[in-house]
């Protein structure tokens, strides 16, 4: 019968069917093939790219594209190789043969500089430009906090959705992927074992590779290590880092610690002793100078004008921080705006919105991984009640976003350095220097964000700790070697137009090149002036009335030659006067350029017809010289 047959062949399929071979399913894996190099590379180097799964859990994930940079040692010594990762940087951007030739970390060992997965060279890139425009309103005075962060947080969702059509999220750009991808790497470029150097926000990926990839990584370096958003996100961390920055310029504050001031054992760790802060100073320099821009916002000048309210100016301190110039030149900049003269905020909000809005997304992709790890963001200071804008964007990342924090990695049982600035360290909760018992603190004073970058001391401890971890010692040269004097207000005049138009595009050139050629000028007249009079003179001819003709041209290269000696004395020993404005002394100085103005009207009386064209064009050169000390040193505006 019909139904019986049927049956029958049922039976025999259900049978065999475990005997059928399942089909494999294609698993992504890893690999590296030769590629352009995607930067410039010393002779010898090789580029490629790592592809890895976007999700090691799909099994048919799409492939993310790493490049990466192999700088080979300069002698073969068999050591350890050295993988790199920097910060928010691209590794485009890098000065590969500075960071590894130069700086000598090839020189005994390969050296591998790799993108992280997510950044502006690895494709796909984790990059969300909506959010970087919310965000640079978001420092705007325009609605409440809460409608600002909702803004960013909008442009984050659409960003996210964006993302997903493309096939992955936020939540596959986390520590622990970055971290496997360094194992992959390691293993298809075939080093049994290596040692990672972080940057900044790669920290959070340093200290977790050592549990992803434990037989591979040998030892961990920290340069300038970010576990949060990125900068100091709170208020109470920003006046913990001013006033170790005052520290440096107060003789009566608290001396920061340095590498020679640590204390090492045969046991290994070498730690620094924070110094014990008064934050009084710095609590009411930022309280005075946010309630000034709360009752009166500024509007920013430039390419991309910003207003800048008292919400926004811990953002702006925070990135101020990073830099060794900047910060030492906050404690006054804070005190000019407190004042009242907010326009010395110009070149620094430039500067920071830019940074701030442009780079961020990865980081705090990052930082949202990491933000359950002890110390990882500072906390707010107990008696603030509220958040800092910094601390709610980085929120909202987290929640838009929907990036899982990852566990915080156990106890390192392998070398670590962290190589840091006491004014950052002074915002850690908990440093990082403690995930290891055989951790080393190496800190070095107003070498900001990026230690090695600044301190070619620092460069030394690095390279020293690689050589032989065990037996490293933190004093081996001037612990201050990158610290820039922090200027006292008696030394600046403020001068916001000179500030902000010599860091723009242009450069300093354009704005001096009025007063280069007024100083040219005015020199060439006082050597022919001297020679005329020394010719008389010899002549023995009256020299009274040619006496006079030379008020003009010696007090006008007076006032230049003094000019360029007083910019380049400040350039050299104390560049963070530039910051701010000019050095106290030049609007002193100018009183010899108007003396020499006055000295033209004797120049006018004894003219002759046929030179008077001359004279009217020196004249004019005189005049708009005099307007440019009016507008650039003077601030008359």
């Not at 590794?91 to 130069?102: G, K, N, P, Y």
């Not at 404690?331 to 705006?337: K, N």
């Not at 600046?492 to 450069?507: E, F, I, K, L, Q």
Request: net charge negative; hydrophobic share 50%; glycine share 8%.
């Amino acid at each position: 019968m019909p139904w019986k047959v049927a049956a029958v062949l049922v039976a025999a399929v259900v049978v065999l069917l475990p005997a059928i071979p399942a089909v494999a399913v294609p698993t992504a894996r890893a690999e590296v093939r030769a590629a352009e190099c995607v930067v410039e590379v010393p002779g010898g180097s090789r580029c490629g790219e790592l592809s890895v799964p976007i999700s090691r859990e799909v099994p048919d994930s799409a492939q993310a594209m790493l490049p990466y940079v192999l700088v080979p040692a300069t002698l073969d010594t068999g050591r350890v190789p050295l993988v790199y990762l920097a910060g928010d940087t691209p590794l485009s951007e890098l000065d590969v043969a500075a960071l590894t030739v130069e700086r000598g970390l090839a020189a005994d060992r390969d050296v591998v500089l790799v993108e992280r997965r997510g950044g502006a060279d690895a494709a796909p890139t984790l990059a969300c430009d909506p959010a970087a425009e919310a965000f640079r309103s978001a420092l705007g005075t325009e609605g409440s906090r809460e409608e600002r962060v909702t803004a960013v947080a909008a442009a984050f969702t659409s960003c996210a959705e964006g993302w997903q059509e493309d096939g992955f999220s936020a939540g596959d750009f986390g520590v622990q992927a970055a971290a496997a991808d360094l194992r992959d790497l390691r293993q298809e470029l075939g080093y049994a074992r290596w040692t990672v150097l972080a940057v900044g926000s790669s920290a959070g990926v340093a200290l977790t590779a050592t549990g992803i990839d434990p037989e591979g990584v040998d030892g961990v370096v920290l340069d300038g290590p970010d576990l949060g958003a990125p900068g100091i996100v709170s208020s109470g961390g920003v006046e913990a880092a001013l006033s170790v920055i005052r520290a440096r310029g107060d003789d009566r504050a608290p001396t920061p610690s340095s590498p020679d001031e640590t204390e090492t054992s045969d046991a290994g760790p070498a730690t620094a002793s924070a110094p014990i802060l008064d934050t009084s100073w710095s609590a009411e320099r930022l309280t005075a100078a946010s309630e000034a821009l709360t009752a009166s916002p500024h509007r920013t000048t430039g390419a991309r004008p910003t207003t800048i309210g008292g919400d926004a100016l811990l953002t702006l301190v925070s990135h101020a921080l990073t830099d060794p110039t900047t910060q030492a030149a906050l404690p006054v900049l804070l005190e000019t705006v407190a004042e009242g003269h907010r326009a010395a905020l110009d070149p620094l909000a430039a500067a920071a919105v830019d940074d701030l809005s442009r780079g961020g997304v990865l980081g705090r992709v990052l930082g949202c991984s990491t933000a359950a790890w002890p110390g990882a963001a500072e906390r707010t200071d107990p008696g603030t009640p509220t958040t800092t804008l910094l601390e709610d964007v980085a929120a909202a990342a987290c929640t838009t976003f929907g990036v899982a924090a990852s566990p915080a990695p156990s106890p390192l049982d392998r070398p670590l350095l962290v190589v840091s600035a006491p004014e950052q360290d002074a915002a850690w909760a908990s440093p990082p220097s403690t995930w290891s018992a055989s951790a080393i603190a190496a800190v070095f004073p107003g070498s900001g964000a990026i230690p090695t970058a600044e301190s070619s001391c620092a460069s030394v401890a690095v390279r020293s700790w690689l050589s032989e971890p065990s037996s490293y010692r933190a004093a081996l040269c001037a612990g201050d070697d990158a610290a820039i004097p922090v200027i006292d207000a008696a030394a600046v005049s403020p001068s916001a137009r000179w500030v902000t138009d010599t860091t723009g595009g242009g450069g300093p050139w354009l704005v001096l090149a009025l007063p280069m050629l007024f100083a040219l000028v005015a020199i060439g007249w006082s050597i022919a002036w001297a020679y005329r009079l020394i010719a008389q003179a010899l002549r023995r001819e009256p020299v009274q009335d040619g006496l006079r003709l030379g008020i003009a041209p010696v007090f006008g290269a007076s006032w230049a030659v003094g000019a360029v000696a007083l910019l380049l004395r400040d350039g050299l020993t104390n560049p963070a006067v530039g910051v701010i404005g000019v050095p106290a002394a030049l609007p002193w100085l100018s009183i010899a350029l108007l003396v020499s103005c006055l000295g033209l009207v004797p120049v006018w009386e004894g003219a002759h017809r046929g030179s008077r064209v001359r004279i009217a064009a020196i004249s004019t050169l005189w005049a708009a010289t005099a307007l440019w000390t009016a507008v650039y040193v003077l601030a008359w505006w």
